[in-house]
């Protein structure tokens, strides 16, 4: 069974820097396109960024596209989320999820197969 572990997030400063983790059980990465999604209070969840399952593609949400920079290491079955020039709307709880794909349908967060718990992102202004 796959299970995925979010780490990396806190409290920080508009402009600040996070670089989120995600550690995955398994070699999840050969089967799944593997992103980022975030809710923020009150809101639904919506997508952030995304590899497709072989890697060699990378797609971003417009709001954080130039500022995020998502990447992964293999070896260590992790993806990382590189977040610099943080804002205030970009508070949120962010979840990495996996589609057995070769590329995530739509960016739809329904349509994944699997989701961690989160970790939490707090950007003051």
């Known amino acids: 069974q796959v299970q995925l572990v979010e780490s990396g997030g806190g409290l920080v400063q508009a402009g600040g820097s996070l670089r989120l983790s995600c550690a995955a059980s398994?070699?999840?990465?050969?089967?799944?396109?593997m992103g980022w999604f975030r809710q923020a209070p009150g809101k639904e969840r919506e997508f952030v960024a995304a590899?497709?399952?072989?890697?060699?593609?990378?797609y971003y949400s417009d709001s954080v596209k130039g500022r995020f920079t998502i990447s992964r290491d293999n070896a260590k079955n992790t993806l990382y989320l590189q977040m610099n020039n943080l804002k205030p709307e970009d508070t949120g709880v962010y979840f990495c999820?996996?589609?057995?794909?070769?590329?995530?349908?739509?960016?739809?967060?329904?349509?994944?197969?699997?989701w961690g718990r989160g970790t939490a992102v707090t950007v003051s202004s």
């Open positions: 590899f497709s399952r072989s890697g060699s593609s990378t």
């Open positions: 398994g070699r999840i990465f050969s089967d799944y396109a």
């Open positions: 999820g996996g589609e057995r794909v070769a590329t995530m349908r739509c960016f739809l967060p329904t349509n994944m197969d699997y």
